[in-house]
């Protein structure tokens, strides 16, 4: 919606704001945890310094667009931290009087800054996929703008089912978290009608995963691990860790296409999207940052624009408020992903497509069609309110 046009509906509302009030002051924080990790497989995954907070300075430009005219001053301040420094950063974050926390952490340390900030502090998960955090791990006072593995496995899934290749052969690293992405694709596999005809582990040695004869090495291995699968329709990589999954296109035994953790991936956003409204975001994101945008990136501006219009709405910059609103029917959003976005009232989830790619294109984007649900599509990625244990949105 066009600047005019969004004004002229908020004056249809009676939301602008005409008088000489002092303004209304939001202030959020971004709180990125940086952890000691081994080189990525490729160099166009090194990390930006500016990972996240260079979404957090569009998402101010965005809110700001409109909150001008309605007496509003939005304001983001961004910290990063050691994992063993959590607490003192979080302390000095809410010495400022903020209770709006955008976090970007894993699992352990999000719900351990959940915790020590207290219910009265409203934290949006912009990093952490871990399901668990939907289902007997939810907590009240965390809203998940990142997808979880359930909904991005259920994403690849969907697209290798309407393709009709329903024979997986599923490889799952040997890490905590692989196995975890991997029980989401078994899951997804046997929600959708696909069958899992071979599993098949591989190691994680440790060391560097990077070097200058890397691809000499692939090339003799990959093929070697992967011969003799059970006869399959699709590789499904199942690598949180990042270890192998990039390898697997064109160096498996079997002529089969890969998806999951290598060739065809699922993702919040990626620098190749234009479709519905994206380009004018890729362009305002590259004019500001200099660089392309990641799915952190996108996360955080998404987390910022939930709050931004959830304050928009209510006039408020009460935390209680303003989470009440993002919960409710009445709250949607515009996310560049072809339709509006909005929470799960069960678990805090926000529903969002997931975008399907190679890298350099948007393949396709889930859910896929005739995947049917009672009240929502998007509902068919993750958890249903039948699926989920979490109790602590309950009233």
Not at 58 to 87: C, H, I, K
Not at 174 to 193: C, H, T, V
Request: hydrophobic share 45%.
């Amino acid at each position: 919606m066009g600047m005019i046009a969004r004004l002229l509906a908020l004056l249809a509302c009676g939301l602008v704001w005409t008088g000489a009030a002092s303004a209304l002051e939001i202030r959020t924080a971004v709180l990125r945890v940086d952890y000691p990790r081994l080189q990525p497989i490729s160099r166009f995954d090194l990390a930006p310094q500016d990972l996240g907070f260079a979404g957090a300075v569009l998402a101010d430009e965005d809110n700001q667009t409109t909150g001008s005219f309605l007496g509003m001053d939005f304001e983001t301040v961004v910290a990063a931290t050691a994992p063993e420094a959590v607490a003192e950063t979080l302390d000095g974050i809410l010495a400022q009087g903020i209770d709006l926390l955008v976090v970007q952490a894993r699992a352990e340390e999000l719900l351990a800054i959940a915790e020590r900030a207290g219910p009265g502090v409203l934290v949006l998960n912009a990093g952490a996929r871990d399901t668990n955090l939907r289902d007997q791990d939810c907590r009240a006072n965390i809203l998940h703008v990142a997808p979880s593995q359930a909904m991005m496995a259920d994403a690849v899934v969907q697209f290798a089912v309407w393709k009709k290749w329903n024979r997986l052969f599923l490889i799952q690293g040997s890490n905590p978290g692989d196995r975890a992405l991997g029980e989401a694709y078994r899951r997804a596999a046997g929600k959708f009608g696909a069958r899992i005809v071979e599993e098949r582990e591989f190691e994680d040695t440790g060391g560097s995963r990077r070097a200058d004869t890397g691809h000499v090495m692939v090339q003799r291995q990959i093929p070697v691990f992967t011969q003799s699968a059970a006869e399959h329709d699709v590789v499904i990589a199942a690598d949180a860790s990042d270890v192998f999954g990039p390898h697997l296109p064109y160096q498996v035994w079997d002529p089969r296409p890969v998806m999951g953790s290598g060739g065809l991936r699922p993702v919040t956003f990626h620098a190749a999207h234009e479709s519905w409204g994206a380009t004018q975001f890729q362009t305002r994101f590259e004019a500001a940052s200099g660089r392309y945008v990641q799915e952190a990136d996108y996360e955080v501006w998404l987390a910022l624009r939930v709050i931004g219009e959830a304050v928009i709405r209510t006039s408020s910059n009460d935390a209680a408020v303003l989470r009440d609103y993002i919960l409710s029917d009445a709250f949607e959003l515009a996310a560049f992903k072809g339709r509006g976005v909005d929470f799960r009232p069960w678990n805090g989830q926000l529903r969002q497509p997931i975008i399907l790619t190679e890298s350099r294109v948007t393949v396709s984007v889930s859910p896929q069609e005739g995947f049917l649900h009672q009240s929502s599509t998007l509902d068919t990625l993750g958890l249903d309110r039948p699926e989920s244990r979490c109790t602590a949105f309950q009233p």
